[in-house]
């Protein structure tokens, strides 16, 4: 049954035309954006809280986009900035007919607009949303100090704006199920990562009672090169000297920029207490020789080496964690002083 209360867009998306003229190539050949930062260096944060007034605690994250070597003016951004918000509901009692429990009830939404990717998303939850919820709550559930609220549910909710897309937009033409239309390969890595980042510092908002700040943190192993003029489908592991490309650790890697991601890691952190709520790691860890790693005991030193970087990389996020939620703080202490004179 259709609803008759809103007006539905067309089923297929379209893609408005772009002519070669308006991107200022004069016959030259796309680029793919470089990296510019260091290894262990994160892209900036914008983190704010207390947007929603009709919301129990609310926040917004903003990762700006990498620098990069761009030459011409293009109508198309060569990578895009997650843009995340948050709201939180409650605690509030649950209805008489509710059996009783003595840990509050943490349910976890995550809904991408439909705009958030250059492929148009449903209105209906689909699997990898609803996957992204789960790791958000394993993350969030082992923070909150549940017993100082029985019989009472709090609702996170988090709407992406908009979202990492899994490689570079020139390296294909059309969206696929894994591809830069659909979200749902290495950009959902730092979805989550922003998305523990942003619930936490609502949670703080909210004022709900938390063990500590919950950060969120990504790393990678990626292969780096610097050819930017080689075909995408020639050679595309080779630099112009004719060697592999370099493999790398980084820190909150951006997909469209690295030629290769072997493997990713994204954690949640408690600082103060030393502890990790939410662990997911995908791919495979490379050897010296750039292809797996079959001993056992080597590959769980390069993991060992990957979640120590995630770690590093969620500690520095929970500095402008610390720094909003200061921030708020004094606001309303500030607002609370002046109402009693």
């Given at each position: 049954?259709?609803?008759?209360?809103?007006?539905?867009?067309?089923?297929?998306?379209?893609?408005?035309?772009?002519?070669?003229?308006?991107?200022?190539?004069?016959?030259?050949?796309?680029?793919?954006?470089?990296?510019?930062?260091?290894?262990?260096?994160?892209?900036?944060?914008?983190?704010?809280?207390?947007?929603?007034?009709?919301?129990?605690?609310?926040?917004?994250?903003?990762?700006?986009?990498?620098?990069?070597?761009?030459?011409?003016?293009?109508?198309?951004?060569?990578?895009?900035?997650?843009k995340l918000t948050c709201t939180v509901h409650g605690p509030r009692p649950l209805p008489r007919s509710a059996p009783f429990t003595p840990?509050?009830?943490?349910?976890?939404?995550?809904?991408?607009?439909?705009?958030?990717?250059?492929?148009?998303?449903?209105?209906?939850?689909?699997?990898?949303?609803?996957?992204?919820?789960?790791?958000?709550?394993?993350?969030?559930?082992?923070?909150?100090?549940g017993d100082r609220w029985p019989k009472s549910s709090v609702e996170v909710v988090i709407t992406v704006l908009e979202g990492e897309e899994?490689?570079?937009?020139?390296?294909?033409?059309?969206?696929?199920?894994?591809?830069?239309?659909?979200?749902?390969?290495?950009?959902?890595?730092?979805?989550?990562?922003?998305?523990?980042?942003?619930?936490?510092?609502?949670?703080?908002?909210?004022?709900?009672?938390?063990?500590?700040?919950?950060?969120?943190?990504?790393?990678?192993?990626?292969?780096?090169?610097?050819?930017?003029?080689?075909?995408?489908?020639?050679?595309?592991?080779?630099?112009?000297?004719?060697?592999?490309?370099?493999?790398?650790?980084?820190?909150?890697?951006?997909?469209?920029?690295?030629?290769?991601?072997?493997?990713?890691?994204?954690?949640?952190?408690?600082?103060?207490?030393?502890?990790?709520?939410?662990?997911?790691?995908?791919?495979?860890?490379?050897?010296?020789?750039?292809?797996?790693?079959?001993?056992?005991?080597?590959?769980?030193?390069?993991?060992?080496?990957?979640?120590?970087?995630?770690?590093?990389?969620?500690?520095?996020?929970?500095?402008?964690?610390?720094?909003?939620?200061?921030?708020?703080?004094?606001?309303?202490?500030?607002?609370?002083?002046?109402?009693?004179?």
């Amino acid at each position: 049954m259709t609803d008759r209360r809103r007006i539905n867009g067309p089923p297929g998306g379209s893609t408005t035309v772009v002519f070669a003229s308006s991107l200022g190539l004069d016959g030259r050949p796309m680029e793919r954006p470089l990296r510019t930062r260091p290894p262990g260096q994160l892209r900036k944060i914008f983190l704010k809280t207390g947007l929603a007034p009709s919301a129990s605690g609310s926040a917004y994250l903003e990762l700006s986009p990498s620098n990069t070597n761009e030459t011409y003016t293009s109508l198309a951004p060569s990578s895009p900035a997650l843009k995340l918000t948050c709201t939180v509901h409650g605690p509030r009692p649950l209805p008489r007919s509710a059996p009783f429990t003595p840990q509050i009830q943490l349910s976890t939404h995550i809904k991408f607009a439909s705009f958030a990717a250059r492929q148009r998303r449903g209105y209906i939850r689909d699997a990898s949303e609803r996957d992204l919820a789960v790791h958000l709550e394993t993350a969030l559930r082992g923070v909150i100090i549940g017993d100082r609220w029985p019989k009472s549910s709090v609702e996170v909710v988090i709407t992406v704006l908009e979202g990492e897309e899994d490689r570079w937009w020139g390296e294909e033409s059309g969206g696929g199920t894994t591809g830069v239309g659909n979200v749902g390969g290495w950009g959902m890595m730092n979805v989550l990562s922003g998305c523990i980042t942003v619930a936490s510092a609502a949670i703080a908002d909210a004022g709900i009672d938390c063990l500590d700040l919950v950060s969120g943190g990504v790393a990678a192993i990626v292969r780096t090169s610097q050819n930017r003029h080689m075909p995408p489908d020639e050679d595309a592991d080779m630099t112009e000297d004719g060697q592999k490309g370099q493999l790398q650790l980084v820190l909150d890697p951006a997909p469209p920029e690295h030629q290769e991601i072997f493997a990713a890691c994204v954690v949640g952190y408690l600082s103060s207490r030393d502890e990790i709520t939410e662990l997911w790691l995908k791919g495979n860890t490379p050897g010296p020789t750039g292809l797996s790693i079959c001993n056992t005991q080597s590959q769980m030193s390069e993991i060992g080496g990957l979640v120590d970087k995630a770690v590093e990389a969620a500690v520095a996020a929970r500095l402008v964690l610390e720094e909003a939620v200061r921030e708020a703080a004094e606001i309303k202490v500030g607002q609370h002083t002046r109402d009693k004179e």
